[in-house]
């Protein structure tokens, strides 16, 4: 169980254009999405969090306007990074959960998406 | 504030033990995760303690002391696979993941 599909795993554009990053639970229903991004050699750095139907959270620091969240279904959310320049290159990460943050002892990951900007 | 401390690197042998520490101050405890992660790809879960005590996994254990606000991740019979970032991770009293820095450990033949 606890299936995440994370696409694309890797993408390369020029500075100025949009990129969207897909998350799916294949088997289970993900009321909240945790967006996570990871610079080399750090520590995963949460980005926003979102539930379903609701706008995302964001995190301090973190541009709403820039990465943008959607989470319409339960078992689908992308994570849309707008203008990306090369500062926004790094590794995405995300982390579906279901029924509820409290109840989870297993945090399930994404594969990953590590975006690099020309 | 709140913080998570873990060694930035340790180095072990093939077929020794290592055991990584994790030193957390946060705003309430639900729990405490450990992660594997090797480079370029995304976390997998190792363990989860939220009683004190210890819990053991096959060749990975992990040690919880919430008095304390320690754990840590006891890994035997070391293998090269097991080279890696561990990261350590706390839920606080708002459910709120706080992830220390990982701690890559280097296995030598």
């Known amino acids: 169980g606890a299936v995440v599909s994370q696409h694309p795993s890797w993408v390369i554009c020029k500075s100025g254009t949009s990129v969207k990053i897909e998350c799916r639970s294949l088997?289970?229903?993900?009321?909240?999405m945790f967006w996570y991004r990871q610079f080399p050699k750090q520590s995963l750095m949460l980005m926003a969090t979102s539930n379903e139907g609701s706008k995302a959270t964001y995190e301090q620091g973190v541009e709403k306007d820039k990465f943008l969240i959607n989470h319409a279904s339960l078992t689908l959310s992308t994570l849309t990074v707008t203008s990306a320049h090369p500062e926004d290159s790094s590794f995405y990460i995300c982390?579906?959960?279901?029924?509820?943050?409290?109840?989870?002892?297993?945090?399930?990951f994404g594969a990953g998406s590590r975006l690099t900007v020309l | 504030g709140q913080n998570i401390d873990q060694p930035t690197e340790m180095t072990a042998t093939e077929g020794a033990i290592v055991q990584i520490n994790c030193t957390y101050q946060t705003s309430g405890f639900n729990g405490l995760f450990w992660y594997q992660q090797h480079a370029g790809e995304a976390p997998t879960f190792l363990s989860y303690n939220v009683l004190d005590g210890l819990e053991e996994k096959g060749r990975f254990s992990s040690f919880l002391s919430r008095s304390k606000g320690y754990s840590y991740l006891l890994l035997k019979e070391l293998q090269m696979k097991d080279s890696a970032s561990y990261l350590c991770?706390?839920?606080?009293?708002?459910?709120?993941?706080?992830w220390g820095a990982g701690t890559k450990l280097i296995i030598k033949p």
């Open positions: 991770a706390v839920r606080d009293s708002n459910y709120q993941l706080i």
């Open positions: 088997d289970f229903q993900a009321t909240t």
């Open positions: 982390s579906p959960v279901a029924g509820g943050v409290s109840g989870a002892n297993v945090l399930t």
